[in-house]
């Protein structure tokens, strides 16, 4: 016969195994609290089970090979036929060896186990049930299912019932996505006004370099109003520009005319040189 040992330092999964135990199989176990003495002392909370292979067997943690017991290392079919089931084993994964990291530093959701073939089998039950695109890795002895999408880390909360964690990731995740949103948005904003910095700087040293070689007007009406406008105006958009003229012109219009003297200025430099 084998005994069971569970260990845990979550007190609400210690409450909710001795409940299951007792409510399944009608065990009357004992609950016992102790205190770790490494780093910051947690409490650990054990429950051991005597003669546990009718518990064992009936979970497909162990299975009969004729007369032989063994340690199965399948999904047990049998447990998980039905949808409701299959929840609950997701559940009772995690619960056992899974953890969540915080929404603010990055979306990671990781399920620990120590056998590959296990591993592997349960990368394809959570994604072909509930597509949630798992993935498997090695680290040191383990094998790491994990799920790296925000939104398929939701899913998974949903799968197995935490619903008010997947509200408070939810939040946390939107408040995530509206900082990045904003910085985004200030990021293109502080480009654009750079960008608009820069070229007003290129167009107000051409005219200047056409006002000291041959005076402002040695350009046309239209080339000179643009000119006028642009120095009277260094932090206006071209946008802006065109609107201040007489009569308004587009965007592009501006742009034509500011090129064409920016290449006169450079004409002029070239005579100059």
Not at 44 to 49: A, K, L
Not at 92 to 113: D, F, M, V
Not at 187 to 196: M, R
């Amino acid at each position: 016969m084998m005994n069971l040992r569970i260990v845990t330092e979550n007190p609400a999964v210690a409450r909710l195994t001795f409940i299951l135990l007792k409510k399944r199989y009608g065990l009357q176990t004992e609950l016992i609290m102790k205190e770790t003495k490494v780093l910051n002392k947690h409490h650990s909370y054990e429950i051991f089970i005597d003669q546990a292979n009718e518990v064992l067997l009936d979970l497909g943690i162990l299975a009969k090979d004729g007369e032989a017991i063994t340690l199965n290392d399948d999904l047990p079919e049998e447990v998980i036929k039905k949808n409701c089931c299959k929840k609950a084993y997701l559940r009772g994964i995690y619960l056992g060896g899974g953890s969540l990291s915080a929404p603010e530093k990055s979306y990671h959701l990781e399920l620990i186990t120590h056998n590959e073939y296990f591993a592997n089998q349960l990368v394809d039950f959570i994604n072909d049930t509930y597509d949630l695109a798992s993935k498997m890795t090695a680290r040191k002895k383990n094998y790491i299912v994990y799920i790296k999408e925000s939104e398929k880390i939701v899913d998974f909360l949903n799968v197995i019932g935490a619903h008010q964690t997947l509200l408070e990731y939810e939040n946390i995740r939107i408040i995530k996505q509206m900082r990045n949103n904003v910085n985004r948005v200030v990021n293109c904003e502080t480009a654009n006004i750079t960008k608009t910095a820069d070229a007003a700087f290129e167009h107000i040293h051409a005219i200047e370099t056409i006002i000291q070689g041959v005076g402002l007007d040695y350009l046309d009406d239209r080339l000179r109003e643009i000119a006028e406008c642009r120095l009277e105006n260094p932090e206006a958009t071209l946008k802006e520009l065109g609107e201040m003229l007489i009569p308004p012109i587009g965007k592009s219009g501006v742009n034509h005319r500011l090129k064409k003297i920016m290449e006169i200025a450079e004409q002029i430099n070239k005579r100059m040189a």
